[in-house]
């Protein structure tokens, strides 16, 4: 059979995006794809729900090396209503949004629709999909690409979508081959790290809470990369995981990496601050626990009151100024004893990647290599936990597909 005028590497969420949007301007897409089934972070993603998108688009939250301005024209480029739209009209996926946390899941719960629907669609626009290849080596020839393949053969493409994702989860197929062939074809590929990704402590000085979790606020406020969140926390048997831990733990992932001070990161348990606190616990006639466990789980305010000196049974009204003055301070700024992180194992995404500046944002086509797209996880950038890194797929595949569908150049 005649080789592909494009070929899309990877069957991820960025790359069956491309590849339906690459189809159907009459030329031929071949989607290869290293797993037996592809979309596999897809099947596992939002807890097995799948949080497709988030109900308002916030690229300002988003994490780049790269330019910030860059990043949004390229997640803007495919507005989160015309998403929706595409997602409830040409795919037949209806959403329903989670009130409590803006997310927008299937309306059935099931990632493995998600998934389905988008190899289907892919298909059904012509596109032919060939699961259990691997790509080994791709390299410019002439006016064309050249891709070698694990199975020893070779095949060669007038245009590539590179959507081979980053280091996160590699048991869903993504090894980090992407930045090392970008790398190699001349891209700069700023350092990578895990990113939304739990931390750790050791000692596990907390494993006697692991399972209790509550909404807080925390921000780790030091240096370059500060970051702060609000969301769910959960003690794990490990150390902290949960939305906010997740959203700011590249800041303490980075202070490591860089072999510097660790990255101090600080809890408020509840919204109460300081002089609420204080006006509570100073009007308090029972036992300073009562009045804790009316605000946080009681586990929780055992801990804190242990490690502030508080006796548990002593009355509020009647506490030592020195120790109301403690525990306040604990209740509202809690310095997180952490030491680590899971890495990318438990990693939903990879920071860093290639360079934004060295992408066309409209076709996101290189600048260094003409006919060659970036889309995805691959890119210099990720966002916060709920839909966010879902929504840059998308938004990227669509531009890389389309471009290359349309066999255009910057
Ligand atoms: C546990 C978990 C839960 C998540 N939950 C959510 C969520 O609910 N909402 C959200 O927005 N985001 C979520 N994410 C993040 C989201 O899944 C990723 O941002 C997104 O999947 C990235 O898409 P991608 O196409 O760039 O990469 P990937 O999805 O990693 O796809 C890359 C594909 O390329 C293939 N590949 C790699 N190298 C080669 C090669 N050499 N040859 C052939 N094929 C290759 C891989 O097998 C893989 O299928 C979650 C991530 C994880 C790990």
């Known amino acids: 059979m005649s080789d592909p005028s494009i070929v899309v590497i990877g069957a991820g969420a960025s790359g069956l995006m491309a590849a339906i949007w690459a189809s159907g301007a009459g030329r031929r897409v071949v989607l ?107 390299a410019p020839c002439g006016r064309e690409w050249r891709l ?45 790290y895990p990113a939304l990704t739990p931390l750790t402590a050791e000692p596990a000085v907390h494993a006697h809470l692991a399972g209790v979790s509550l909404p807080v606020t925390i921000e780790a406020p030091a240096g370059k990369r500060k970051a702060a969140a609000r969301g769910g926390f959960l003690f794990t048997h490990r150390g902290y995981s949960g939305p906010a831990v997740l959203d700011i733990s590249h800041a303490a992932v980075r202070s490591l990496a860089r072999g510097g001070p660790r990255q101090e990161i600080y809890v408020r348990w509840t919204d109460l601050d300081g002089p609420s606190w204080e006006g509570l616990v100073l009007r308090h006639g029972g036992p300073i626990e009562g009045l804790i466990a009316r605000h946080l789980p009681a586990r929780l305010g055992e801990t804190l009151c242990r490690e502030a000196g508080v006796a548990p049974q002593v009355m509020g009204s009647r506490l030592r100024r020195d120790l109301r003055l403690r525990l306040i301070g604990l209740l509202t700024r809690y310095p997180l004893p952490w030491t680590g992180d899971e890495g990318y194992a438990k990693a939903e995404v990879t920071g860093g990647g290639v360079d934004l500046a060295e992408v066309n944002p409209r076709t996101l086509e290189s600048r260094i290599h003409p006919g060659l797209h970036f889309c995805g996880e691959v890119l210099d950038a990720f966002g916060p936990i709920g839909g966010h890194n879902f929504q840059w797929a998308w938004a990227t595949g669509r531009s890389a597909g389309l471009a290359a569908g349309m066999g255009e150049s910057a």
């Open 32 to 138: 290869l794809e290293g797993t037996r089934d592809g979309g596999r972070k897809i099947l596992i993603s939002g807890g097995g729900r799948c949080n497709v998108l988030p109900a308002v688009s916030s690229p300002e939250r988003f994490v780049t090396d790269s330019s910030p301005n860059t990043l949004r024209n390229m997640l803007r480029a495919w507005p989160l209503e015309e998403q929706q739209r595409f997602f409830e009209g040409e795919l037949g996926l209806r959403l329903a949004l989670e009130s409590e946390t803006g997310k927008l899941f299937p309306e059935g719960n099931k990632a493995r629709e998600v998934r389905d629907l988008l190899v289907d669609l892919a298909r059904r626009r012509g596109a032919e999909l060939r699961f259990g290849i691997r790509v080994a080596e791709l």
């Open 148 to 192: 070698a393949l694990a199975d020893g053969s070779e095949m060669s493409a007038a245009r590539v979508v590179l959507a081979s994702g980053g280091l996160s989860a590699p048991t869903t197929g993504s090894d980090g081959w992407g930045f090392e062939i970008a790398r190699r074809l001349g891209h700069t590929i700023h350092p990578t």
